[in-house]
């Protein structure tokens, strides 16, 4: 391939045009290109969604690498797996959301349950130091990571993320009332957890 394949590949992408020029605005008439073969349309998409894509992925797993692998891993099923978004019921945000979720309980049920202990107390301790340096954002993401995983889906999208209550509940594949009943109890606990921290702290 040449360069002028490459530069014509970036002002696409920039663009968000497809192959025969059509401009591209929505997440479904990028992701309808990318699955027809256009590279730029799954790029501009890929540039567009795997921030928020990341972000969940770390605020569930609390692992920078496992996130990076799991997004890549996200966008790779999208390419496999797109055909059966539908959105008419969620939007694409949400879909990718669900597919990272699913992605995340499998490695989730691969630990085995002494390095689930041992990742919860180390939360615990990270909790105490982040509180010690005054870093409270450092110190609310290792609150979040010690939440129940229901609960810390609810409150990773709906308040980490910004998402919807039919977002959420579609990337999680439950009814809305589900989503805000977890959400409610999932801030309940969050609220609980930041309480009992901070007394530690000035102990």
């Known amino acids: 391939m040449d360069l002028s394949y490459f530069l014509e590949l970036f002002h696409r992408q920039s663009e968000f045009l497809t192959d025969n020029g059509k401009r591209m605005t929505s ?23 795997q921030g ?10 609390g ?73 409270t954002i450092a110190t609310v993401r290792s609150a979040v990571l010690s939440l129940p995983a229901p609960y810390r889906e609810a409150v990773v999208l709906c ?3 910004n998402a919807s209550y039919e977002d959420a509940a579609a990337a999680l594949d439950c009814p809305v009332g589900t989503v805000r009943s977890r959400l409610s109890r999932g801030r309940a606990m969050l609220g609980q957890k930041l309480a ?8």
């Open 63 to 135: 692992e920078a690498g496992v996130s990076e692998d799991v997004t890549q891993e996200v966008f790779m099923a999208l390419l496999q797996s797109g055909g059966r978004f539908d959105p008419a019921r969620a939007t694409l945000l949400s879909f990718l959301y669900g597919i990272a979720r699913n992605l995340l309980l499998r490695r989730l049920a691969k630990k085995r349950p002494e390095d689930a202990l041992a990742d919860e107390l180390a939360a615990d301790e990270d909790v105490l130091d982040d509180l010690t340096r005054r870093e």
């Open 159 to 161: 308040d980490l993320e």
């Open 196 to 203: 009992v921290k901070t007394v530690r702290s000035m102990s």
């Open 52 to 61: 928020a894509v990341y972000r969940f992925a770390l605020h569930m797993s």
């Open 27 to 49: 997440d479904e008439d990028l992701l309808e290109a990318a699955l027809h073969g256009d590279e730029a349309a799954f790029t501009a998409l890929y540039h567009r969604r």
